[in-house]
């Protein structure tokens, strides 16, 4: 029989992380968008529930349980619900880890792994975004090239979450003389381990942003930047690039989800409480079609986003509907945050309540491109 049904377990983290998120980052959002800071004891608190190190066998330093994409997706879901740079911030760290221990060497896991698991201040930033319009993954600027002894990585990376005080980045780049070809256009893309102390890698000051305001973004200069071999992610075989874009566009699309979500159940009560002409303006049939649209948009993609998780966690091609879910879940999550706006009216638009700030959110997750994985 099919189902659509988390299992059991599922469950039991969706209701953990659901609870911790409207407690604690749902209450925390504000202040931290207002300093544009992100409060630590929060993070801490997150970091407590083994986002992380849960799912990192215990050689390589964690505590084990079980590896799954759909799980993470549920997981991001719930934790933007409460607030979206919060939770990407708490799960931005995973991206990296993930990427280790799907793609890497044993070496690799064993010298990188352990550090990711055990201690928040070894944050591992993902490195994708570089700065051109009409950005597209499969055709980077960045690119690496053989010297003696390992690679020469030049290029830039905007928008990399967490930048600010990661001690290694995992950055994405074009092999030179490398094309893509029938394996798919990330054929010709490396992913390589750079040490925030290499030799030619500068990290710039912090980029501003319309939303996520809390969460840092840092611009990475690399300048013939030399990295070994054993720096290359998955050693001489190299690693499925693809995958790591497909997990990243999973993971956003997931939080969108629970930032629509949390549009929506504030809409809702709201609307029917607010009186105008003498009834709750939720009886009006333009907000009412409103909101049933917004309760039809959440769910459609949420089964989105977990088919395309699904195809991760089952090792399918996810290229496809990573794109599907990604592009679908931005564009939907712009049209709830803005109906959302709408039926708040001129409410929607004073800090007294939370819609403005999720509006920006969504306005800045719809941009962005790899900056947390499932």
Known sequence: MISFEPTEDQELVRSTVREFAADSLRAAARDADEAGELPAAVLDAAGSLGLVASQIPESYGGVGGERSPITNAIVLEELAYGDAALALAAFAPAEFALAILDHGTDEQRRRLLPALAGDRAAIGALAVVEPTPAFDPSRLATFAERVSGGWRVTGEKTFVALGEGAS???????????????????????????????????????????GLRALPFARLALDGVEVPDGDVLGGDAGCDVGRIVASARVGLAAAQVGLARAVMEYAIPYAKDRVAFGEPIARKQAIAFLLADMAIEVDAMRWLVWKAASDLEHGRDALRSSHHARSYVASQTMKIADDGLQVLGGHGFIREHPVELWYRHARTLGVLEGVVGV
């Open 168 to 210: 290694h980045f995992l950055v994405i780049a074009r092999v030179a003389g490398r094309d893509a070809d029938a394996a798919g256009p990330y054929a010709s893309h490396a992913a390589l381990v750079v040490p925030r102390d290499a030799r030619g890698l500068a990290v710039g000051d912090r980029e501003p942003t319309l």
